[in-house]
């Protein structure tokens, strides 16, 4: 059920969890300091254990008590980007609760920019959150799909729409090379982390162990079975996912992400399609994904690729030329 503002602090300060608006995603949010909440995230989602959770901060005085904030380049990539969409995985100062870690040395950890959001942990402290999607399915942007998901039974502080509609951009800096590198595509374009880095993350992944234990997992998919489709090529059935600057013939049904040469506005009306194509008893779809992996397009690419499923362990390169 939705729930006021200072309900959800109530809820949160007992111990109980509440799923929050963020600028990316909805999280299912607990208090760092109350484990019973913190076991409830897992059960609630149906998430496997070992997958451990990002700690949102209201400050980077907040994030000091928790993390090291001494690797290289840190400090200047939490100025340029906190409060917002980047996730920094550190080295913890002392140990906390290792649900939150899943027994790691560091943790996963953000500042959102949302102001709802924000005041919350101002008022309640540090607060773990993972999408508030069931495991593997497509994540919440707004809380009509929170309510969807659980039938209303989990408790939810409507925030709106989420601006970006996709989760978080992860990296993690390798204590071989001393460079950061990409965990998982987000909301954040790797590109303009070169500004502060001086080059580009790149996709981080050494077979079986990716930096980011999540990754490895099923995501992002509809009941829907997925097809990819490039333009040019025959309609394999009678739905498309694409986008509205394009003309899609052979297909009776057709739902827009946006415009393919603006990225961020398909990623914030992504996971709705997808809930969409669910909502309306759609059993097969085409997805067009006949556009160049540029900037945030990459991670559109990169979603789309795992909705359509059996490419999560692909990595998407950006183009050489
Ligand atoms: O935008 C977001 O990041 C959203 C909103 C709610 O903040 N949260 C989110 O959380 O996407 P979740 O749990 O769905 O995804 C977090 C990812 C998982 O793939 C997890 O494996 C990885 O972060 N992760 C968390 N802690 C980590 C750590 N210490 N080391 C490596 N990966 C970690
Ligand atoms: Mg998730």
Not at 102 to 111: E, Q, T, W, Y
Not at 157 to 172: F, M, N, Q, Y
Not at 200 to 207: E, R, S, V
Not at 252 to 266: F, I
Request: hydrophobic share 40%; charged share 20%; aromatic share 6%.
């Amino acid at each position: 059920m939705l729930v006021s503002f200072s309900e959800a602090v109530d809820l949160l300060n007992q111990g109980r969890i509440v799923a929050i608006p963020t600028e990316t995603v909805y999280g299912l949010a607990a208090r760092i300091d109350r484990p019973h909440a913190i076991e409830s995230i897992f059960v609630t989602k149906g998430r496997p254990r070992k997958n451990p959770l990002i700690v949102h901060v209201y400050s980077l005085e907040d994030a000091r008590h928790l993390v090291q904030i001494d690797a290289p380049h840190t400090q200047e990539l939490i100025d340029a980007f906190w409060p917002g969409s980047l996730t920094l995985i550190l080295k913890l100062r002392q140990p906390i609760d290792s649900a939150i870690t899943a027994g790691l040395d560091s943790v996963a950890i953000r500042c959102p920019s949302h102001p709802l959001c924000r005041q919350l942990l101002q008022e309640v402290g540090p607060l773990v959150a993972p999408s508030a999607n069931p495991s593997g399915r497509p994540s919440p942007s707004m809380a009509q799909h929170v309510l969807d998901d659980y039938d209303g039974a989990v408790s939810v502080l409507d925030g709106g729409r989420c601006a970006k509609g996709v989760e978080s951009t992860i990296i993690a800096c390798n204590s071989v090379t001393g460079r950061w590198d990409l965990a998982r595509l987000g909301a954040i374009s790797p590109d303009l982390l070169e500004k502060i880095l001086g080059y580009i993350p790149t996709l981080y992944n050494c077979g079986d162990t990716p930096i980011c234990p999540g990754q490895k997992w099923q995501h992002y998919s509809p009941k829907a079975k997925l097809l990819p489709w490039h333009p040019g090529l025959m309609a394999p059935t009678t739905t498309i996912l694409g986008f509205s600057d394009r003309v899609y013939e052979g297909f009776d049904l057709r739902y827009y992400l946006g415009r393919s040469t603006e990225p961020q506005e398909c990623l914030q009306n992504l996971y709705s399609c997808l809930r969409q194509l669910d909502k309306q008893g759609i059993a097969l779809a085409a997805v067009d994904i006949g556009f160049p992996r540029i900037g945030l397009a990459r991670t559109l690419a990169e979603r789309l690729e795992k909705a359509i499923g059996g490419a999560a362990e692909v990595i998407i390169e950006a183009p050489t030329v």
